[in-house]
């Protein structure tokens, strides 16, 4: 007698397709954790990297390099504009293309279209998923928040055209106040990076090991990048330098706020080139105490 071979029933079938999907349910966020931590590490040696560029500036120069510098000390949005991490480019192996600028030319000016536009991986948190390019004229920030303060000109609330400029996700530590909207002037800023600065090693009262000067930003509500201060934009100082007037990934949205795609927090490297990961629930007081040079707070990140 011949024997029948069994084979699945539809019932058997489908309950294996659920396990199945439950099986992949279960795998995917995993695997998307893996991916987001392996991102947020690159990010953090990115970040140390910068940081170690803006010691050997310091090395090299006796002062750190000017948050963005003009042609005029008295006006912040005077030509030139050049920002901080442009003055980084032949600590990171980017001298070609540090030598092709004029640093007393504006960042805006035609002859440095292809320039702006160059870029470079250094800069660029893979967690971020704005394009690498990013256009500083398609988003229209508060227009007030850059354009106040001394010695500068209102900008307008948005710009016509395009701008295309390279992205970047890390900017330089301004302070604890927003830069112009009667909060700060550019050229004043109580942390690292400000309009003209030569802020030098001794200024850093509060400690190299409790200041931060280089953290992260997003993209999704203006463009950040590493070229500097274009003038004819909404907010242009906050494109290259971030304020700590709130606490990471504030819940307002700040546009110039330090702020991440990583889950809980930023990134931020410190003035003695450490890199560390900033919880979203600091206390906003040791926040603002991190960010500021010499505010005489008693403060550090095992608070």
Known sequence: MM??????????????????G???GMLLPAVQQVREAARRADCSNKSRQLGLAVLNFESARQRFPPGWAT?????????????WSASLLPFIEAGNLFDQINFDVAVSDAAHEEI???????????????DELVDVQS???DPVGGGGGSGTRNPP?????????????????FGTLESGNGSRSPLEGDGVFFGNSEVKIRDIVDGTSNTMMVGERRNDLGAISWVGV?????EP???VVGTADSTPNPSDQSFESFRSYHTGGINVTLADGSTQFINDEIDLDIFRGLASIDGGEIISLDN
Do not use: H, M
Request: contains cysteine; proline residues 5%.
């Open 71 to 83: 042609g005029d000390p008295d006006d912040a949005l005077a030509d030139g504009g050049w920002g």
């Open 139 to 141: 988003t229209t920030p």
């Open 116 to 130: 702006v536009q160059s870029v470079l991986p250094n800069f660029l948190c893979t967690s971020d998923p704005a």
């Open 3 to 20: 024997k029948r071979k069994r084979g699945f029933t539809l019932v058997e079938l489908l309950v294996v397709i659920a396990i199945i």
């Open 237 to 239: 100082f906050v494109r």
């Open 157 to 173: 609330s948005s710009g016509s055209g395009s701008t295309l400029v390279a992205r970047s996700n890390y900017s330089g530590v």
């Open 22 to 24: 439950i099986l992949i």
């Open 230 to 234: 274009l003038a004819d934009v909404a």
